[in-house]
C-alpha cells in the first residue's frame, strides 16, 4: 500500500519536467521500516474547528451507527461491538461520565471521532500504576496510582511514551522477558495509539485539499472543491489528464511551473493524509464477488483504499457513495436530524456492500447480545440467588427463599445459556473455542448439572452449588473479557483454519471441557464435606455426608 501512494496521481510523469520533485517524493514517501509502536500521528489540530460544546446524541443515530458493519481483528462486526471493545480496552469499562452525561461506547467513539478537540479532553485513559508515567517524565502525583487521564494532559510525553515503547521491543522481542512496568508501558502506549486512530479517523473528511490553487485545477474541481477524499475522486479522471506529460507541454512556460508546483502541493498533501487514513477504519467491502472454489477470505479496505481503487479505475460505485456520505458527516453535526438521516445512509450503502459477500446477516444480531448484555444479567442473578440461599440456611424451614433461589438460579441459567448459544450462532462454530467461552461453557454446564443433581437429591447443596458456582463464573468471564480485550479487541475472534473448520477437533474440545466442567461441581461439592467434617457441622448426621458423598461420585461418574 505505501509503495502504491507513492505513485499516486501518476506524479512519475512530472518528475521528468521537474527534477527537484525527486527529492520531494523521497522527503514524503512513508519509510518501509516495520516498526512494531510506529511514531504518532502529527498531534496539532488541522482545520478543526474547536467546539466547547455540543448536542447529546440521539437513541436514533446510536442504533444506526452501532450496526455499520466494519471490518476488524479479520472479522466483519457492527461498529457498536468495536466501539465497545476499544472503549474497554482504554478506559477499562464501557462507560464514561462527561460533565453529568454517561456516554456509552458509541456516543464516547463519536465523540473521538467528529469532536476530537472535545474528546482530547476526556479523562478516558486508564493508567493503572503511575510509575509509568513517573518513568517518562509525567508528574503524575496528584492522582491516585490508579487514575484516568485525558489526551491533552499526556500529550506533552507522547512521544517519550513511543520512543521508550520502541526501546523496549528493540531491547527485549520477547514479552515475557518484559518487567511489570514495560508491559504497562507497552500497554499505555498501545491504548494512546488506538485512541489517536479514533480521533484522526474524520481528519481527511474535514480536510480541504488544495484543488483550486491554480486555474487548471479550478476548471476540474469548481471553486469550491468540498472536504475529503470524495472532492478529490470526482475528478480524478481529468486530473490524470492534467497530470499527462503531454498535456503538461502543451501548457504555456510559466504555466508549466505553476501547475507542477500546485500539483506537488496536491501530491504532499494526499500523501500526509493517505497515511492518516492507512490508520483508520475498514469500513468498504469490495465490490467485485471473487467467484472461486477456494473460500479466500474478503479483506474490506478503508478510505485510502477507495482512493487508490479509484486511481487504478476500477468499478467502486457504490463505494464512493459509502466514502462520500461518511465525509459528509461532519458537515451535519449542527443539525441532528439531518446527521441522523446521513448515517442511516452510510449504514444502508455499507450494508448493501457487506450483503454481496453475505457479511451481514448476522451484525443486528450481535447489536443485540451486546445490547442486552446477558452475562452480566446472569451475574446478577446468580448473586442474588446465592444471598436467598444464604437467607435460607439461615431459615432452613422457610421454603419461600429456597423457591427464590430456584427462580433465580433458573433465570441466571437461561441467560447464561442464551447468551453462549447466541454467540455460537453469531461465529458459527462450537461454543469452545478461547479461554473466555470455556469460562462461560463450564460454568454453564456445572450450574445446569447442579440443578439436576438438586432435583434428585433435595438437601440445597447442589442448588447453593449451582448459585455460587454460577456467581464465580459469570464473574471470571467479566475479567477475562478485559484481558481479551487488552490482548484481543474481542472475545469473538478469528480462528486458524483447523479450529473453524475441523468437526472432530471441535466435538473433542467441546467433551473435554464438558469433563472439565463436572470436575470442577464435584470438586466444589466435596469441599462442603471436608468443611463441614473440619467444623464439626452435622456431626452425627451420617445420611447428610452420605448423601454428599454420592454427588461427589456420581459427578465424577458423569465426568
Given at each position: 500500500?505505501?509503495?502504491?501512494?507513492?505513485?499516486?496521481?501518476?506524479?512519475?510523469?512530472?518528475?521528468?519536467?521537474?527534477?527537484?520533485?525527486?527529492?520531494?517524493?523521497?522527503?514524503?514517501?512513508?519509510?518501509?521500516?516495520?516498526?512494531?509502536?510506529?511514531?504518532?500521528?502529527?498531534?496539532?489540530?488541522?482545520?478543526?474547528?474547536?467546539?466547547?460544546?455540543?448536542?447529546?446524541?440521539?437513541?436514533?443515530?446510536?442504533?444506526?451507527?452501532?450496526?455499520?458493519?466494519?471490518?476488524?481483528?479479520?472479522?466483519?462486526?457492527p461498529f457498536g461491538t468495536f466501539a465497545g471493545f476499544t472503549m474497554l480496552k482504554i478506559n477499562g469499562k464501557r462507560s464514561l461520565v462527561v460533565e453529568e452525561e454517561k456516554l456509552g461506547p458509541v456516543q464516547w467513539a463519536l465523540d473521538c471521532m467528529l469532536y476530537p478537540d472535545l474528546a482530547r479532553n476526556y479523562e478516558c485513559i486508564l493508567v493503572s500504576n503511575a510509575a509509568v508515567l513517573t518513568n517518562i517524565g509525567f508528574d503524575a502525583s496528584d492522582r491516585k496510582r490508579s487514575a484516568r487521564w485525558s489526551y491533552n494532559e499526556l500529550l506533552g510525553v507522547i512521544d517519550v511514551l513511543f520512543r521508550n515503547t520502541q526501546q523496549i521491543f528493540d531491547s527485549k522481542p520477547e514479552a515475557s522477558e518484559w518487567s511489570l512496568i514495560e508491559r504497562q508501558t507497552v500497554q499505555l502506549a498501545e491504548n494512546v495509539r488506538s485512541l489517536e486512530d479514533l480521533l484522526y479517523s474524520f481528519e481527511t473528511a474535514r480536510h480541504t485539499f488544495p484543488l483550486d490553487?491554480?486555474?487548471?485545477?479550478?476548471?476540474?474541481?469548481?471553486?469550491?472543491?468540498?472536504?475529503?477524499?470524495?472532492?478529490?475522486?470526482?475528478?480524478?479522471?481529468?486530473?490524470?489528464?492534467?497530470?499527462?506529460?503531454?498535456?503538461?507541454l502543451a501548457l504555456p512556460p510559466d504555466r508549466q511551473t505553476l501547475v507542477v508546483t500546485a500539483l506537488q502541493q496536491l501530491q504532499t498533501d494526499l500523501l500526509r493524509h493517505m497515511q492518516i487514513a492507512d490508520r483508520g477504519i475498514a469500513f468498504f467491502p469490495p465490490e467485485q464477488v471473487q467467484v472461486s472454489q477456494e473460500q479466500l477470505p474478503v479483506v474490506w479496505s478503508r478510505a485510502s483504499g477507495v482512493v487508490q481503487a479509484a486511481l487504478a479505475k476500477e468499478p467502486q460505485d457504490r463505494r464512493i457513495l459509502a466514502l462520500a456520505a461518511l465525509e459528509t458527516l461532519p458537515q451535519l453535526l449542527q443539525e441532528r436530524v439531518l446527521f441522523g438521516e446521513k448515517a442511516s445512509e452510510v449504514l444502508n450503502h455499507l450494508s448493501t456492500l457487506a450483503q454481496l459477500h453475505g457479511q451481514y446477516e448476522k451484525i443486528s444480531m450481535e447489536v443485540f447480545f451486546y445490547r442486552i448484555d446477558y452475562f452480566y444479567r446472569a451475574l446478577i442473578c446468580f448473586m442474588l440467588a446465592f444471598l436467598t440461599a444464604c437467607f435460607g440456611w439461615l431459615k432452613p424451614n422457610s421454603r419461600l427463599p429456597w423457591k427464590g433461589t430456584w427462580l433465580l438460579g433458573l433465570v441466571g441459567l437461561v441467560l447464561l445459556v442464551t447468551g453462549v448459544t447466541i454467540r455460537c450462532v453469531i461465529q458459527g462454530r462450537p461454543p469452545v473455542t478461547t479461554l473466555y467461552e470455556t469460562i462461560l461453557f463450564i460454568t454453564s454446564c456445572c450450574v445446569t448439572t447442579a440443578f439436576v443433581i438438586e432435583r434428585f437429591d433435595r438437601r440445597r447443596i447442589a442448588l447453593t452449588m449451582a448459585a455460587l458456582l454460577g456467581s464465580l463464573g459469570c464473574f471470571l468471564s467479566l475479567r477475562?473479557?478485559?484481558?481479551?480485550?487488552?490482548?484481543?479487541?474481542?472475545?469473538?475472534?478469528?480462528?486458524?483454519?483447523?479450529?473453524?473448520?475441523?468437526?472432530?477437533?471441535?466435538?473433542?474440545?467441546?467433551?473435554?471441557?464438558?469433563?472439565?466442567?463436572?470436575?470442577?461441581?464435584?470438586?466444589?461439592?466435596?469441599?462442603?464435606?471436608?468443611?463441614?467434617?473440619?467444623?464439626?457441622?452435622r456431626k452425627d448426621d451420617k445420611d447428610f455426608y452420605r448423601s454428599i458423598t454420592r454427588m461427589v461420585y456420581g459427578t465424577i461418574c458423569f465426568g
Open positions: 500500500m505505501k509503495t502504491a501512494t507513492t505513485t499516486l496521481l501518476l506524479l512519475g510523469l512530472i518528475v521528468a519536467l521537474c527534477p527537484t520533485s525527486i527529492e520531494l517524493l523521497a522527503q514524503d514517501s512513508p519509510t518501509s521500516a516495520d516498526v512494531t509502536v510506529p511514531a504518532p500521528v502529527d498531534q496539532s489540530p488541522i482545520n478543526e474547528t474547536v467546539s466547547t460544546d455540543r448536542p447529546q446524541w440521539s437513541a436514533e443515530i446510536i442504533q444506526q451507527v452501532a450496526r455499520w458493519p466494519i471490518q476488524h481483528g479479520g472479522r466483519v462486526k490553487t491554480v486555474e487548471e485545477l479550478k476548471a476540474i474541481f469548481g471553486d469550491s472543491p468540498g472536504t475529503g477524499f470524495s472532492a478529490l475522486i470526482s475528478g480524478i479522471d481529468q486530473l490524470e489528464t492534467l497530470a499527462d506529460r503531454e498535456t503538461l477475562y473479557e478485559l484481558k481479551e480485550a487488552i490482548t484481543a479487541g474481542d472475545t469473538m475472534p478469528s480462528l486458524v483454519a483447523v479450529l473453524d473448520t475441523n468437526f472432530w477437533l471441535s466435538t473433542h474440545v467441546t467433551s473435554v471441557t464438558l469433563g472439565y466442567s463436572a470436575g470442577l461441581l464435584a470438586a466444589a461439592i466435596a469441599h462442603v464435606w471436608l468443611i463441614g467434617k473440619l467444623l464439626g457441622i
